[in-house]
Antibody
């Protein structure tokens, strides 16, 4: 059984960066394809990007290109999502989720609330 | 980007009722569609993948159908624990996009 445990809530000022972690247990990170999805307060789900095992690259939604970086530390089975140049509209719960193919996100972290406020 | 719409945006039904949610894609996505359930304060849960396949462990009262641009999600007999928001998600084209959600509650 895969378990994903994310880092705690963050409060950031506009213009700052945030790095959210997602620790994997039950499997190794190399066996999984990790994606990130966010949800603004009271709003719907928004896919940010993730690892594409077919070509071995990380793909990002164009909306976040240049501002987001998704990385993995296979020595600790931890995935990271860093979002820079934060603005108030980035206030959201950020989820990591495994993708077993066909965007079927079958395991999810508990979510990390990132609040951007001056 | 492919736009996903859902209707209704919310509904109220009685326990035991049959509940149907529709999801429409802005272009043909074949059967590249998943359905998720999200309860308040919780992460989404995958219920249906590839439009009509029930995820392991999900009760059989949940089902999905459709292909192309029009899809349907059904709860055959609504239970109190089904109170949640339901989202469709397409993965035919990047970026993966979700519908706006349908909030289901008990009348």
């Amino acid at each position: 059984q895969v378990q994903l445990v994310q880092s705690g809530a963050e409060v950031k000022k506009p213009g700052a960066s945030v790095k959210v972690s997602c620790k994997v247990s039950g499997y190794t990170l190399t066996e999984l394809s990790m994606h990130w999805v966010r949800q603004a307060p009271g709003k719907g789900l928004e896919w940010m990007g993730g690892f594409d095992p077919e070509d071995g690259e990380t793909i990002y939604a164009q909306k976040f290109q240049g501002r987001v970086t998704m990385t993995e530390d296979t020595s600790t089975d931890t995935a990271y999502m860093e979002l820079s140049s934060l603005r108030s509209e980035d206030t959201a719960v950020y989820y990591c989720a495994t993708d077993r193919g066909g965007a079927a996100h079958d395991y999810w972290g508990q979510g990390t609330l990132v609040t951007v406020s001056s | 980007d492919i736009q996903m719409t859902q209707s209704p945006s919310s509904l109220s039904a009685s326990v035991g009722d049959r509940v149907t949610i529709t999801c429409q894609a802005s272009q043909d996505i074949s059967n590249y569609l998943n359905w998720y359930q999200q309860k308040p304060g919780k992460a989404p849960k995958l219920l249906i993948y590839d439009a009509s396949n029930l995820e392991t462990g999900v009760p059989s009262r949940f089902s999905g159908s459709g292909s192309g641009t029009d899809f349907t999600f059904t709860i055959s007999s609504l239970q109190p624990e089904d109170i949640a928001t339901y989202y469709c998600q397409q993965y035919d084209n990047l970026p993966v996009t979700f519908g706006p959600g349908t909030k289901v509650d008990i009348k």
